[in-house]
């Protein structure tokens, strides 16, 4: 990978201080550094069009669902709009690099990156959104999810609890794999978003916290650059 034309990310940007937070960004950020582009979360829809990077994703309707990451190779000229063909597209352009999906793993992992969210329900209600766009944030995902009003997309009291311990239990080599990229970037949601992260972290003799801890070289952001999405050029 050439240093003089680093490969852009396009991540969203979360409230001030400005950082990563959702899963798919950081499965894809903790694979490489690179010059990062921040985009407000409204703006997702538009930056990706303005791009011309397809969407990967659908709604239930079958309309499309734009999300990012988005990486931008000037090396290659190309756009990869989806976190774990990123993981495949950095194997297979920069071998000499650290291989993130070993050999013979491809369909493991992506099972693994398809259904692991299914464990991370209580995220939802706490992503650290930008103050200034927070309100179109939720109410973008009221309407995708469907319910009444955005506190219906979180679980409280004794329902909450009982969804704590059974996700505790669901949390049940040497070498780091993008598999263990993918449940640290979920890791790293629950830090940013979920209240009880101060006693998830200590679960299993404090496993989580030193999962993150050890994937911290793999966390940097760097070169934070901003720019009007205005100024995307096609």
Known sequence: MDPSTPILFHDIASGPPVTTYAPNLWK?????????EWVEHPEITSTRKKLGCPPVRWHRDCTPFYTLPIIDDPSTG???GDDFEIARYLDAVYPSGPRRIPPFTTALHRALNIHVGEIFILCGHGPPFNPET???????FVR???VSSWDDITLHGAARTKQLAEFKGALGGTSISYADMIIGAWLQLLKASLAEWDEVRTWQNSRWGRVLQALDKYAEVKEINWRNVADVVV
């Open 134 to 140: 927070a309100e179109q944030s939720k109410a973008e």
């Open 78 to 80: 190309k756009l990869v």
């Open 144 to 146: 995708l999810t469907g």
């Open 28 to 36: 894809a950020r903790c694979v490489f550094h690179s010059k990062t």
